[in-house]
């Protein structure tokens, strides 16, 4: 029974091992979304950060302030929501499917 616990145990740190490469790798990889067909672009990273964000000149308009504010939350938001299923994903693979929460 010992045995099978310790090896139990190195296969958990095996895999804190892998997660914690995984969220430095994760750093590395981007995603992007635009809104308004193109006009406006997020690009966030695997850690959920935004490293940039571009809008179109033609479409700042000062009489409409509001419509550019929801292209550039909708593609921020877009871009987060598909940083985030690209971290679940990368840690599908070293989880194997098993849902373990707080992990990502």
């Known amino acids: 029974m010992a045995k099978g616990f310790g090896n139990m145990m190195k296969q958990a740190q095996m ?3 892998k997660m914690a490469r995984m969220q430095e ?3 590395n990889k981007e995603v992007t979304a635009s809104s308004g067909g193109g006009v406006v672009t997020a690009v966030v990273n695997g850690k959920q950060q935004l490293l940039s964000l571009k809008i179109e000149r033609d479409v700042v308009d ?3 302030v509001e419509m550019l504010q929801d292209l550039v939350m909708t593609a921020i ?3 987060l929501k598909q940083s985030q299923e690209l971290a679940q994903s990368e ?3 070293i989880t194997g499917g ?3 929460p707080g992990l990502v």
Do not use: F, R, T, Y
């Open 15 to 17: 895999m804190q091992q």
């Open 91 to 93: 840690m599908g693979k």
């Open 77 to 79: 938001n877009e871009a």
């Open 98 to 100: 098993l849902n373990i």
């Open 62 to 64: 000062p009489e409409d």
């Open 25 to 27: 790798e994760l750093v």
